[in-house]
């Protein structure tokens, strides 16, 4: 099973910033041919669509509770898919994954590979 890689979790204070990487796991493996989608899980609630971006790259999506915050965008040249998540709340803390599929969708069943997750704290 292909795992997909984040990177770029940490520690920030509110209004904060961070960039998290999505990366394919071998060489081999390009990221080209999926939309790629991240999600974010706090324990005990249930996973969050929180944005996607198509294969082309031309096609971005964002939850409401992020639009104008967060931007996703590919360096295909990278192979890398990034997130970059700026005026940071504390609700924003979660650990956020990054999922490989067809085309974009916020069912998270319909990913076919994921990451192991970043850890994102907001400090209040």
């Known amino acids: 099973q292909q795992q997909l890689v984040e990177s770029g979790g940490g520690l920030v204070y509110p209004g904060g910033s961070l960039r998290l990487s999505c990366m394919a796991p071998t060489p081999d493996f390009t990221l080209d041919y999926y939309a790629i989608g991240w999600f974010r899980q706090v324990p005990g609630k249930k996973r969050e669509g929180v944005s996607c971006?198509?294969?082309?790259?031309?096609?971005?999506n964002y939850s409401d509770s992020v639009k104008g915050r967060f931007t996703v965008s590919r360096d295909k040249s990278k192979n890398t898919v990034y997130l970059q998540m700026n005026s940071l709340k504390p609700e924003d803390a979660a650990v956020y994954y990054c999922?490989?599929?067809?085309?974009?969708?916020?069912?998270?069943?319909?990913?076919?590979?994921w990451g192991q997750g970043t850890q994102v704290t907001v400090a209040s």
């Open positions: 999922a490989a599929t067809g085309e974009c969708t916020a069912t998270w069943d319909q990913y076919y590979y």
């Open positions: 971006i198509s294969i082309s790259g031309g096609r971005t």
